[in-house]
């Protein structure tokens, strides 16, 4: 899968409301840093997580499910196996309102669910992270040393 550049911060740009399915409340799990990451960037979380919910992440109830989700979110972002992703990509397109995007994870794809969210003109990327797409797009990268490709006039 490759996506542009320019699409990628297009989806990072617009979106100002993430669930993040799959969220964990232990800081040292990639999906905690992430929404840490998002959450400190502006971005409003949504953390969902059958596991832990009624615990409060982010300033913001942990909701057990998708369908629990109230006012609109813009963007689900998927923690989970790759065999996951049909029932997530189900329930994010039957009750997130306003949904724009589906984001899976690294290591995370799904052909068919991909294909149906894009019939439903939900974008989709796949196998990418958001924290490090992010990083690499706005050129907080290059701090630890990655050339990012970007230029920028930002010391």
């Known amino acids: 899968m490759s996506y542009s550049d320019a699409f990628l ?3 990072l740009t617009r979106t100002k409301r993430v669930a ?8 040292v799990r990639a999906s905690y840093f ?9 971005y ?10 009624g615990k409060t992440l982010f300033g ?36 997130v309102e306003g949904l724009r995007t589906i984001w899976m994870q690294i290591g995370v794809e799904h052909a068919e669910a991909t294909a149906k ?15 490090i797409e992010y990083q690499r797009l706005f050129g907080e990268l290059r701090m630890g040393g990655f050339a990012t490709g970007v230029i920028s006039s930002k010391l």
Do not use: T, W
């Open 34 to 42: 992430v929404a840490r990451y998002l959450s400190l960037k502006g």
């Open 60 to 95: 913001a109830p942990v909701l057990s499910s998708l369908a629990e989700i109230e006012g609109p979110v813009d963007m689900v972002d998927i923690f989970r196996r790759s065999d996951a992703v049909p029932e997530i990509v189900d329930e994010a397109l039957e009750h």
């Open 9 to 11: 911060k297009d989806i």
């Open 20 to 27: 993040i399915v799959g969220v964990s409340d232990n800081p």
């Open 117 to 131: 969210a894009e019939a439903r003109g939900v974008d989709v990327i796949q196998n990418r992270c958001p924290k």
């Open 44 to 53: 409003k979380i949504v953390p969902v997580n059958p596991m832990i919910a």
